[in-house]
């Protein structure tokens, strides 16, 4: 029963990609010594906000059903560069206005992605030994 519920979790997953974004192959390029593949995306933001609306926490929705979803990204511009050999992403480019209540905030992201399926050893900096737990309510 717990394979079933992930793999239709998946599925609608799938679905809302296929549906939400508008994808385009714009070249080739070589990013950090890999082929890959540029491409173009064009996310439908009010279809995302609508799913995200049904699977994030209520604080979450609220804010975004508050402030008319539809109108708080514009100008979402995303440019993805996948390997050519492996399909892994390598480098993700997003830029976007924000606009919540008014107050408009540009956001600019790169995300730079490699040495997949390596190990990774995470050290827990001092200072956070003590640090508090952070309650969330939903």
């Keep these: 029963i717990q394979w079933e519920q992930k793999r239709n979790s998946l599925l609608q997953n799938e679905e809302l990609l296929e549906d939400a974004l508008d994808i385009n192959v ?7 010594g890999v082929v890959c593949w540029k491409l173009d995306v064009e996310p439908d933001m009010a279809k995302i906000l609508g799913w995200a609306q049904t699977q ?5 929705a609220g804010l975004a059903s ?3 979803s539809n ?6 511009a995303v ?15 997003m830029t976007m206005s924000v ?9 600019s992201m790169t995300m730079n992605q490699s040495q997949f399926n390596q190990p990774v050893t995470i050290t827990l900096p001092a200072a956070a030994s003590n640090a508090s737990s952070l309650e969330v309510q939903y």
């Design 56 to 60: 994030l926490a209520a604080q979450i």
């Design 26 to 32: 714009v070249g080739e390029e070589t990013v950090n």
């Design 71 to 76: 109108e708080m990204f514009k100008d979402v």
């Design 79 to 93: 440019t993805v560069w996948v390997s050519k050999d492996t399909y892994y992403t390598v480098r993700c480019d």
């Design 66 to 68: 508050d402030n008319n």
């Design 99 to 107: 606009d919540v209540y008014g107050i408009v905030k540009s956001v």
